[in-house]
């Protein structure tokens, strides 16, 4: 029993009152499967236990145990995270929410859901497909993560371009708060202005602030069927110009995304999917206007892709073609970890200047000899250069954590934000202190501090409470 010292040990002891034995785990050989994310550069520590939480009481009796030992404790969804934010804390409770999985009411006549953190993404799309209802917040992880997890970072996702992020569809949660207290914030109605937005602070906030119990979300109509346009371009810089010429053009794509090249043959070589990689990069396009509205969408944007310097620019009369595309695009990340360990970036810059950002990707990996492959939500200038480093090369980890520290800055310098969606966690806490000022900073320390006075939830994670 690593990682357990007096303390953790009484925790533990309490928590097995409230929760059977078999789902507070100790051993450490299981724990570790449950103890980090997908961010396998950050550190991890060794947990004094896992508990598979399967309801908003034990969670609370859990929260309670580790409040009177002064034990730390980490939130966990699917651990599909990017930033480290689901990283155990030495000696700390992991609280996995997956057993917390029931979607709790789907109601048409208000167009919301209720349903509990570890459902997963998909699952709640799919339930509410059946009420002709659209959860939009899509993820390229939603076949596995989960909702709990979405609302902790805010995910945004593929479809975000046009239709938001996670913070524009939740309304309300349930939580367990860091004194142990079950509290409701938000609320059911259409509109609602009662008091703080606490809601809005909590989405977002990486396990700092409590554990997600219960979460309300607005749900929309479907949406009509797509119009897929798809693009391949020569350089990462045409692309760019493209984006910024769709921007430009006024329209209002419901997906576009960047592929590169790397991607596209790293999702063949595992897949055999028949990709054309003859193309550096692709860019996908939807609109989901309907009617002719949507026709004329399409071909508006052909158009920009082809004055932009794409080498062939189509609107697709495949939609299986299509889907096969964007199936590619979320399989990227995946299919470049086979190849070694992936240093996820996840800058955003405004639309107007992701020409002159992938530029700068490109001279930052030339000078520091490393391989970055890209993918991006690229109409929401939301870039994910993704540095590949050889397992066990320590000097090409070196250079990087260079590269990857050099892009951050030339975000900012250019006006954008050092995370976009994936969120801070443990990776991007300089990154952080390079965006924010010192002000803002410890704005951000006082509500930690008001809210977690002991500093257990998820600790270190975002800044020093
Ligand atoms: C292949 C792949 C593609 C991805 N694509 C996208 C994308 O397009 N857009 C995007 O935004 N992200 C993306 N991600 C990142 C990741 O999937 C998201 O950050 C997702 O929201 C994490 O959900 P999770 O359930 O896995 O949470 P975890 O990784 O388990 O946890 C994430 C954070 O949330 C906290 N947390 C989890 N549950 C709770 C809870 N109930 N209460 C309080 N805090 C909690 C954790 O402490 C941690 O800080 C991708 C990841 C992968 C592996």
């Given at each position: 029993?690593?990682?357990?010292?007096?303390?953790?040990?009484?925790?533990?002891?309490?928590?097995?009152r409230?929760?059977?034995?078999?789902?507070?785990?100790v051993?450490?050989?299981?724990?570790?499967?449950?103890?980090?994310?997908?961010?396998?550069?950050?550190?991890?520590?060794?947990?004094?236990?896992?508990?598979?939480?399967?309801?908003?009481?034990?969670?609370?009796?859990?929260?309670?145990?580790?409040i009177?030992?002064?034990?730390?404790?980490?939130?966990?969804?699917?651990?599909?995270?990017?930033?480290?934010?689901?990283?155990?804390?030495?000696?700390?409770?992991?609280?996995?929410?997956?057993?917390?999985?029931?979607?709790?009411?789907?109601?048409?006549?208000?167009?919301?859901?209720?349903?509990q953190?570890?459902?997963?993404?998909?699952?709640?799309?799919?339930?509410?497909?059946?009420?002709?209802?659209?959860?939009?917040?899509?993820?390229?992880?939603?076949?596995?993560?989960?909702?709990?997890?979405?609302?902790?970072?805010?995910a945004?996702?593929?479809?975000?371009?046009?239709?938001?992020?996670?913070?524009?569809?939740?309304i309300?949660?349930?939580?367990?708060?860091?004194?142990?207290?079950?509290?409701?914030?938000?609320?059911?109605?259409?509109?609602?202005?009662?008091?703080?937005?606490?809601?809005?602070?909590?989405?977002?906030?990486?396990?700092?602030?409590?554990?997600?119990?219960?979460?309300?979300?607005?749900?929309?109509?479907?949406?009509?069927?797509?119009?897929?346009?798809?693009?391949?371009?020569?350089?990462?810089?045409?692309?760019?110009?493209?984006?910024?010429?769709v921007?430009?053009?006024?329209?209002?794509?419901?997906?576009l995304?960047?592929?590169?090249?790397?991607?596209?043959?790293?999702?063949?070589?595992?897949?055999?999917?028949?990709?054309?990689?003859?193309?550096?990069?692709?860019?996908?396009?939807?609109?989901?206007?309907?009617?002719?509205?949507?026709?004329?969408?399409?071909?508006?944007?052909?158009?920009?892709?082809?004055?932009?310097?794409?080498?062939?620019?189509?609107?697709?009369?495949?939609?299986?073609?299509?889907?096969?595309?964007?199936?590619?695009?979320?399989?990227?990340?995946?299919?470049?970890?086979?190849?070694?360990?992936?240093?996820?970036?996840?800058?955003?810059?405004?639309?107007?200047?992701?020409?002159?950002?992938l530029?700068?990707?490109?001279?930052?990996?030339?000078?520091?000899?490393?391989t970055i492959?890209?993918?991006?939500?690229?109409?929401?200038?939301?870039?994910?250069?993704?540095?590949?480093?050889?397992?066990?090369?320590?000097?090409?980890?070196?250079?990087?954590?260079?590269?990857?520290?050099?892009?951050?800055?030339?975000a900012?310098?250019?006006?954008?934000?050092?995370?976009?969606?994936?969120?801070?966690?443990?990776?991007?806490?300089?990154?952080?202190?390079?965006?924010?000022?010192?002000?803002?900073?410890?704005?951000?320390?006082?509500?930690?501090?008001?809210?977690?006075?002991?500093?257990?939830?998820?600790?270190?994670?975002?800044?020093?409470?």
């Amino acid at each position: 029993m690593g990682g357990m010292g007096l303390s953790a040990r009484d925790a533990v002891e309490q928590i097995r009152r409230a929760v059977p034995s078999e789902r507070v785990l100790v051993d450490p050989e299981v724990m570790a499967g449950l103890s980090q994310d997908q961010a396998v550069w950050a550190p991890v520590g060794l947990p004094a236990a896992v508990v598979r939480v399967a309801s908003t009481a034990e969670v609370q009796a859990v929260v309670q145990a580790c409040i009177r030992y002064g034990v730390p404790i980490v939130p966990r969804g699917a651990g599909t995270g990017l930033s480290g934010g689901a990283n155990a804390v030495d000696g700390c409770v992991v609280v996995s929410t997956e057993r917390m999985n029931t979607i709790v009411e789907v109601d048409a006549l208000e167009r919301l859901a209720v349903v509990q953190p570890g459902v997963v993404n998909d699952d709640l799309r799919a339930a509410v497909a059946d009420y002709g209802l659209w959860y939009p917040p899509d993820p390229a992880s939603s076949p596995w993560s989960t909702i709990g997890g979405n609302v902790a970072t805010n995910a945004g996702g593929v479809c975000c371009a046009k239709y938001g992020v996670t913070r524009d569809y939740v309304i309300g949660l349930e939580l367990v708060n860091p004194l142990g207290e079950v509290v409701r914030v938000g609320r059911r109605t259409a509109k609602g202005v009662a008091g703080y937005d606490l809601v809005g602070l909590m989405v977002g906030s990486e396990g700092t602030l409590g554990v997600v119990t219960e979460i309300t979300v607005k749900l929309r109509p479907l949406p009509p069927n797509p119009i897929t346009v798809a693009a391949y371009f020569d350089t990462l810089s045409d692309a760019g110009a493209a984006i910024e010429a769709v921007a430009a053009a006024g329209l209002t794509p419901s997906a576009l995304e960047l592929v590169d090249r790397h991607c596209l043959a790293a999702v063949d070589a595992w897949k055999n999917m028949g990709l054309s990689t003859d193309a550096q990069v692709v860019l996908l396009g939807r609109v989901d206007e309907p009617g002719e509205a949507g026709a004329a969408a399409a071909e508006e944007m052909a158009g920009c892709f082809r004055r932009a310097g794409a080498t062939w620019a189509e609107r697709s009369t495949d939609e299986d073609e299509a889907e096969a595309l964007f199936a590619a695009r979320r399989l990227a990340f995946p299919a470049l970890e086979r190849l070694g360990p992936v240093l996820t970036e996840d800058v955003c810059v405004p639309k107007g200047r992701v020409a002159e950002m992938l530029g700068r990707i490109e001279e930052i990996a030339l000078s520091n000899e490393v391989t970055i492959a890209n993918i991006a939500h690229a109409g929401d200038g939301n870039l994910h250069p993704l540095l590949i480093t050889p397992l066990g090369d320590e000097a090409a980890r070196a250079r990087a954590q260079n590269a990857f520290e050099q892009i951050l800055a030339a975000a900012l310098e250019l006006g954008g934000t050092v995370t976009g969606e994936h969120g801070i966690g443990l990776l991007k806490r300089p990154g952080l202190d390079a965006e924010l000022s010192m002000e803002v900073l410890q704005m951000h320390r006082a509500i930690k501090r008001a809210l977690d006075p002991a500093n257990l939830f998820n600790p270190g994670k975002i800044f020093d409470a």
